[in-house]
């Protein structure tokens, strides 16, 4: 029997839509920033390459956030791909620690812009804000990558569905086996 699709008048609710983004797995990120003395960060999966030519690559960021105060004053941002062995990194960022204690747990450094890097991360994106847009509760920065600091090899955290993540390699092809479980850690 075939279902029939929910009127399309009807406008998405926030909630509805935010179940839906909750299946999107996403590669886990600390966006940084450095501004007026102060190191800033906060982690977040919205995040993607825009162009290659020039390097440039998007975040999105919440304008409540203190970081995006930063990014949007200073102009900088970087962005540090996280390893799966960080997935408490990804939580200290995301409101477990406040302030300069977040950067407290791992080795950072800055680059050309002065955000700070993870040393360790898979890597990191010096970045430089060449647009920006709000839209809605969000801004929207492209930022043109001035350095980039390649860290050490690994497996990216993943998150969706409010749980973290690690890649599996499969074969192309190949069935996920059975009962094995991706998301514990």
Known sequence: MEQKPASASQPVDAGQFKIG????AGAVNIITSFHSGHRYGMTATAVCSATADPPTVLVCINKLATTHGAVAKSKVFGVNVLRAEDWDLSTTFSGGQSGENRFKTKDWTRL???SPVLIDALVSFDCRVVKSMTHGTHTIFLGQVEQILIGQKGKPLLYSD???AKL????LGEPLPEGLDYWGF
């Open 21 to 24: 983004m909750r299946t999107l």
């Open 112 to 114: 050309s812009t002065g």
């Open 162 to 164: 409010g749980q973290y």
């Open 168 to 171: 599996a390699s499969l074969t």
